[in-house]
């Protein structure tokens, strides 16, 4: 089993060229690395609702469900520890209202889509992301290796 998950990333011109919203994480799972906004779809919620309300909740940025471009699917599969499972869908939104603010979960910042900071992210990210970012719909399997950090293999079932 899975869990349902969403990630958000807000995407916008900025000085550099091309930016996108992350986060460090400062609770919970994936605390200390660089992540994407998003979290647990709850029960009633569509897989957009989930996207907005978790943008908002840890950005204080609101965005209309009508504003997300679906991104595809990626499932996570952690065969060392399998309640880690998820099914996560990706949106990204190029329009939105408010500033990133932090809030008790997320410390946000911009970064340049050319420079990624892979490093300091889940291993995962530099597979799939940069994909995300240019407009891709993404279809993968990620599959960890027994210490949960890197990457075993990567399942790619995108159309193209």
């Known amino acids: 089993m899975s869990a349902a998950v969403t990630l958000c990333f807000l995407v916008r011109d900025g000085r550099a060229g091309r930016e996108v919203l992350l986060g460090l994480k400062k609770t919970g799972f994936g605390r200390g690395k660089i992540v994407g906004l998003g979290g647990h779809v709850e029960p009633g919620e569509t897989d957009a609702e989930a996207a907005c309300r978790e943008v908002y909740e840890e950005s204080g940025v609101l965005v209309r469900q009508e504003d997300l471009r679906d991104a595809g699917l990626v499932v996570f599969d952690f065969p060392a520890r399998p309640e880690w499972n998820m099914s996560t869908r990706l949106f990204v939104a190029a329009q939105w209202s408010g500033e990133p603010v932090e809030t008790a979960e997320i410390l946000p910042e911009w970064f340049g889509t050319a420079a990624l900071p892979v490093e300091r992210m889940w291993q995962d990210a530099a597979h799939w992301l940069p994909l995300a970012l240019d407009g891709t719909v993404l279809r993968l399997t990620v ?14 079932y995108t159309s193209r």
């Open 143 to 156: 599959v960890m290796d027994d210490d949960n950090e890197s990457v075993r293999e990567v399942l790619d």
